[in-house]
């Protein structure tokens, strides 16, 4: 286990390999209102979830041009208090063992995380969104824009 966390009955970790792999670069961070995970709901909503900011560090805030002609975005950002060794997890304490790849834990080998987020305002280097799921001060890793064909 990475962060000395208990398991749930049933769950099943695996010790984790080296490290070894991909260089990322957070570009930013996000600002929700929940300071701690447990806070946090199981999935955003991005119609009347609360609105959540997304600061980009510089030089990344230059690469916001354009961005405010857009209704959707998909943010790419990096679940830094999650363990990773997980492969069977108990979701909700039930009785049912699922396998890391068949849910949305935020318990995974590479806890990153994906959500549509509806951009309500651009000021600066900060975007105002709906549609997040994080705890307060998660490393953003991408931001893309959602097209026509993906909603």
């Not at 119609?47 to 230059?62: N, S």
């Not at 959500?115 to 307060?136: F, H, M, N, T």
Request: charged fraction near 30%; aromatic fraction near 6%.
């Amino acid at each position: 286990m990475t962060d000395g966390a208990s398991l749930r009955p049933l769950e099943i970790a695996v010790a984790e390999p080296e490290r070894q792999d991909a260089f990322l670069r957070f570009i930013g961070r996000i600002h929700t209102p929940w300071p701690e995970r447990r806070d946090c709901p199981n999935r955003g909503n991005a119609e009347d979830g609360p609105p959540c900011r997304i600061e980009l560090f510089p030089p990344w805030d230059r690469a916001l041009e354009g961005v405010e002609g857009l209704e959707w975005l998909q943010v790419l950002y990096w679940m830094h208090l999650s363990r990773r060794d997980l492969v069977l997890q108990n979701p909700r304490f039930s009785d049912q063992l699922v396998g890391t790849f068949a849910i949305r834990s935020p318990v995974r080998p590479n806890p990153i995380a994906l959500s549509d987020v509806r951009l309500l305002e651009v000021k600066g280097r900060e975007l105002v969104v709906r549609g997040l799921d994080c705890v307060a001060g998660t490393p953003l890793l991408d931001i893309k824009p959602v097209t026509a064909r993906e909603r």
